[in-house]
């Protein structure tokens, strides 16, 4: 089937988006070079419904195409049904779940590309084998090499295997100036610095820093530089939101819950700088190119940090780290280790307004690797199943 796949052939094609913002996020430079690699075909984003917050005006993606919420058989057919009758001729899987490929293949999509894993193999008709060197490079490349694998099936050779990714997103100045007035109608004074902290995460409490060294931090912020801080995050972050508010001496603008996800994008293309920990606002700040500091604890920084220069992470880890557990079992000293202080430092230079100094110049940094081959470690082939 592989000598069948012919760009003259594709031309509808749908992707199924990733079910993360962060991970949202890092597919950006894969969907990029999709468009490059099939310029004339129309592109699709099946996605969950936060995601328009994302992908709002983007010109990756053609359209995207709501995935049905309701759980269970109801809502796969309902997908399915939807798929069908688009008529697609390619789908591209990001998603390693089974669900994803069951659905392409119960739509009757004829191409179907994705990776070989949970035991979806049968039911794709282009199989990727998971690279190697998987867990040991940024998570933008996994998602590369899935394009990548779809040029060579398509032309026998990629250009790919050289190419800087670039997760970059833009908000227009409309957008930008209903954030302005939410900031407002808020309180916030827009005529000082801003500068965002984002002290939650809604799918583990280790990845959490301190509250006390959120409002600690904060503070310092605002008595140091006029800053003025604002709280962001989603609904389910409301509680520690209000935990770092109640322990600071100056109150903060709590936008926590407050905003949907294309006025947080938006709100956050404003900032002069985001200090949070490992969770979806800090690859969004770093895509739209503001300073951006995430403090890292129980994850990997090596394939899920930020991956953009405008990104800088804070960590001090420690032997069991990074363990990857949503709850610490010991005393999570991979978080209460890093002190209000070294952070506060860290974040003065990335305002610009202070060099780093030599307290938190012993801090572990990550930084973005150089663009590197896709291939190095990868297949050269698709496996084309018949």
Known sequence: MARDLKPERIERIVVRGANWVGDAVMTMSALRELRRVLPGARLTLATRQWAEGIFMGADLVDELLIVDGRRGASGFFAQVSEWRARRFDLAVLFPNAFASVLAAFAARVPFRLGYRTDGRGPLLTHSVPQPGWRGRRHEVFYYLNLIAELERALTGATTIERSAPRPELRVSEARKSEAVEILKG???????PLVALCPGSTNSRAKRWPAEGFAALADKLIEKTGAEVLLVGAREELDVAREVAGQMRRAPVVLTGATNLAQSAAVLSLVDLLVTNDTGPAHLASALGRPTLVIFGPTDPVTT????????????????????????????????????????????????????EAGAQNLEEAKAPDAEPVS????RKVEAVR
């Open 186 to 192: 808020r309180g916030a004074d827009t005529t000082r």
């Open 376 to 379: 190095d470690a990868a297949p």
């Open 305 to 356: 940090r930020p991956y953009g220069e405008s990104a800088e992470i804070v960590r001090r880890p420690p032997d069991c780290a990074p363990c990857m557990l949503r709850d610490c079992p010991i005393d999570h000293r991979c978080m209460t280790a890093i002190t209000a202080e070294e952070v506060f430092h860290r974040a003065l230079a990335l305002l610009g307004r202070g060099p780093v």
